[in-house]
Protein backbone atom coordinates (compact mmCIF):
# COMPACT_ATOMS: atom_id res chain seq x y z
CA UNK A 1 0.00 0.00 0.00
CA UNK A 2 1.55 3.48 -0.71
CA UNK A 3 1.84 6.07 2.11
CA UNK A 4 0.87 9.31 0.91
CA UNK A 5 2.40 12.82 2.98
CA UNK A 6 0.53 15.94 2.65
CA UNK A 7 2.95 19.22 3.35
CA UNK A 8 2.91 22.35 3.07
CA UNK A 9 -0.98 24.09 4.19
CA UNK A 10 -1.44 26.78 5.94
CA UNK A 11 -2.96 29.94 7.35
CA UNK A 12 -2.67 32.95 4.76
CA UNK A 13 -4.92 36.28 3.96
CA UNK A 14 -7.39 36.20 0.96
CA UNK A 15 -5.15 37.10 -2.00
CA UNK A 16 -2.35 34.89 -1.07
CA UNK A 17 -0.49 31.72 -2.11
CA UNK A 18 0.44 28.39 -0.96
CA UNK A 19 1.94 25.40 -2.40
CA UNK A 20 1.01 21.81 -1.18
CA UNK A 21 3.37 19.06 -1.73
CA UNK A 22 2.57 15.06 -1.67
CA UNK A 23 5.45 12.47 -1.15
CA UNK A 24 4.54 9.27 -2.17
CA UNK A 25 6.45 5.99 -1.31
CA UNK A 26 7.19 3.05 -3.25
CA UNK A 27 8.40 2.61 -6.86
CA UNK A 28 5.27 3.11 -9.18
CA UNK A 29 4.16 6.74 -8.41
CA UNK A 30 4.65 7.49 -12.45
CA UNK A 31 2.31 5.10 -13.56
CA UNK A 32 -1.11 6.48 -11.35
CA UNK A 33 -3.23 9.21 -11.89
CA UNK A 34 -2.66 11.73 -8.94
CA UNK A 35 -5.40 14.22 -7.20
CA UNK A 36 -5.93 16.42 -4.52
CA UNK A 37 -9.20 16.83 -2.88
CA UNK A 38 -10.67 19.27 -0.32
CA UNK A 39 -13.22 19.21 2.29
CA UNK A 40 -14.55 21.88 4.66
CA UNK A 41 -16.16 22.05 7.85
CA UNK A 42 -19.24 20.62 8.04
CA UNK A 43 -19.06 19.90 4.00
CA UNK A 44 -18.50 16.76 1.90
CA UNK A 45 -15.14 15.76 0.51
CA UNK A 46 -15.03 17.50 -3.13
CA UNK A 47 -12.38 17.07 -6.13
CA UNK A 48 -10.28 19.88 -6.57
CA UNK A 49 -7.57 18.73 -9.36
CA UNK A 50 -6.22 15.17 -10.97
CA UNK A 51 -3.22 14.99 -13.08
CA UNK A 52 -3.00 11.52 -15.52
CA UNK A 53 0.85 9.87 -14.91
CA UNK A 54 2.36 11.34 -17.65
CA UNK A 55 0.83 14.71 -17.08
CA UNK A 56 -0.66 15.55 -20.00
CA UNK A 57 -3.99 15.58 -18.91
CA UNK A 58 -5.30 17.68 -16.50
CA UNK A 59 -8.50 18.69 -14.86
CA UNK A 60 -9.76 21.00 -11.94
CA UNK A 61 -13.03 22.22 -10.46
CA UNK A 62 -14.45 25.13 -12.25
CA UNK A 63 -14.05 27.07 -8.51
CA UNK A 64 -10.71 26.68 -8.97
CA UNK A 65 -9.71 27.29 -12.62
CA UNK A 66 -7.50 30.02 -13.42
CA UNK A 67 -6.33 30.06 -9.78
CA UNK A 68 -4.67 26.42 -8.72
CA UNK A 69 -2.21 24.40 -10.65
CA UNK A 70 -1.32 20.95 -10.24
CA UNK A 71 1.64 19.40 -11.42
CA UNK A 72 4.02 16.68 -10.66
CA UNK A 73 7.26 15.07 -10.49
CA UNK A 74 7.86 11.55 -11.70
CA UNK A 75 11.83 10.88 -10.41
CA UNK A 76 10.56 12.77 -6.90
CA UNK A 77 7.65 10.94 -6.71
CA UNK A 78 5.52 13.77 -6.20
CA UNK A 79 2.07 16.10 -6.87
CA UNK A 80 2.21 19.70 -6.55
CA UNK A 81 -1.08 22.10 -5.98
CA UNK A 82 -0.27 25.46 -6.38
CA UNK A 83 -2.56 27.68 -5.05
CA UNK A 84 -2.99 31.00 -5.92
CA UNK A 85 -5.20 34.47 -5.07
CA UNK A 86 -6.16 32.65 -2.46
CA UNK A 87 -10.27 32.85 -1.13
CA UNK A 88 -12.08 32.40 2.30
CA UNK A 89 -14.29 29.53 0.62
CA UNK A 90 -10.79 27.79 -0.08
CA UNK A 91 -10.27 27.08 3.92
CA UNK A 92 -10.63 22.45 3.89
CA UNK A 93 -8.16 20.01 4.62
CA UNK A 94 -6.48 19.15 1.17
CA UNK A 95 -5.79 16.06 0.43
CA UNK A 96 -3.95 13.78 -2.45
CA UNK A 97 -5.15 11.13 -3.50
CA UNK A 98 -3.78 7.79 -5.81
CA UNK A 99 -6.89 7.33 -8.26
CA UNK A 100 -7.30 2.90 -8.28
CA UNK A 101 -6.37 2.80 -12.51
CA UNK A 102 -6.28 5.00 -15.34
CA UNK A 103 -8.12 8.05 -16.16
CA UNK A 104 -11.79 8.99 -15.72
CA UNK A 105 -14.12 10.44 -13.65
CA UNK A 106 -12.97 11.70 -10.29
CA UNK A 107 -15.23 10.16 -7.60
CA UNK A 108 -13.54 10.04 -4.17
CA UNK A 109 -14.54 6.71 -4.95
CA UNK A 110 -12.49 5.81 -7.32
CA UNK A 111 -9.40 6.77 -5.34
CA UNK A 112 -7.73 4.02 -3.20
CA UNK A 113 -4.84 5.77 -1.48
CA UNK A 114 -5.65 9.19 0.75
CA UNK A 115 -3.06 11.12 2.79
CA UNK A 116 -4.05 12.41 5.71
CA UNK A 117 -4.35 15.85 5.04
CA UNK A 118 -3.03 19.11 5.60
CA UNK A 119 -5.25 22.51 6.92
CA UNK A 120 -5.41 25.21 4.64
CA UNK A 121 -7.00 28.13 5.92
CA UNK A 122 -7.55 31.56 4.31
CA UNK A 123 -8.66 34.86 6.13
CA UNK A 124 -10.58 37.32 5.16
Known amino acids: QVQLVESGGGLVQAGGSLRLSCAASGRTFSIYTMGWFRQAPGKEREFVAAISSSGDLIIYLDSVKGRFTISRDNRKNTVYLQMNSLKPDDTAVYYC?????????????????WGQGTQVTVSS
Open 97 to 113: ARRRTGWGTMASTNFDS
